[in-house]
């Protein structure tokens, strides 16, 4: 079944589960939220997410290219500012396809498909292997930054999947590759041998994880 379903492209990947905040500073995503505030059940105040492969979220509709693959997002907390924008906050709660996006309206529409995750079981040496990844990957950036996750990590594989998934500071392609893993346990194995090259790339350049000396750029200014 197709839903439509308002859009907010974003140039991150976000996963179910994940809590967000975001400036919403735009026209069209500021129409977009007067209209999610009319709808009267705050549960159905709902947008999805989708990656921007290409180009910014803002500037002409025509400009992007999207990723297929997303998430529908929950608007839980609104405030507006004096200028007109909004900081926001919202929740993800599962994976959809965007099958065609309408921007002739005020904001984008898209048309949207479920792709849930479906409840296959994990075999235990898939879910140890992906904690002692991270275990490890916390531990190395103990003197460099703050843990990137506080509390203890899920018991359920889905969930354990999309946290690692969400928390590892992995460029937009792997994080996307993560998103349309077939099945937690595909996104485990991929989470923990992406975890892993972290780690091996820290101890050659140890100051910074490795996705940060990969994007950081020599200027002369």
Do not use: K
Not at 17 to 36: I, K, N, Q
Not at 93 to 110: A, H, K, N, W, Y
Not at 208 to 215: G, K, M, Q, S, W
């Amino acid at each position: 079944m197709t839903d439509a379903l308002p859009m907010f492209p974003l140039n991150t990947v976000l996963f179910p589960g994940v809590t967000v905040p975001l400036t919403v500073f735009e026209d069209r995503y500021r129409a977009m939220v007067h209209h999610l505030l009319r709808v009267e059940d705050p549960a159905a105040r709902l947008f999805g997410s989708v990656g921007i492969r290409e180009g910014y979220e803002v500037g002409d509709h025509g400009a992007q290219s999207l990723y297929r693959v997303g998430v529908r997002m929950q608007l839980t907390e609104v405030e507006s500012n004096p200028d007109g924008t909004f900081e926001v906050v919202a929740v993800g709660q599962e994976r959809i396809q965007l099958d065609r996006l309408d921007t002739s309206g005020l904001f984008p529409v898209g048309h949207v498909t479920d792709r849930p995750d479906p409840h296959t079981p994990v075999a235990e040496p898939i879910l140890e292997r992906a904690r002692v990844a991270f275990t490890a990957y916390r531990a190395a950036l103990a003197d460099i930054r703050a843990d990137p996750y506080s509390g203890t990590l899920p018991r359920d594989p889905a969930w354990l999947s999309w946290t690692l998934a969400a928390v590892a500071p992995l460029p937009m392609p792997e994080r996307q590759a993560l998103l349309e893993a077939d099945d937690a346990a595909e996104r485990l194995v991929m989470v923990t041998d992406l975890l892993r090259s972290e780690l091996r790339a820290m101890n050659v350049i140890p100051s910074l994880p490795a996705t940060e000396v990969a994007r950081t750029r020599w200027s002369p200014n």
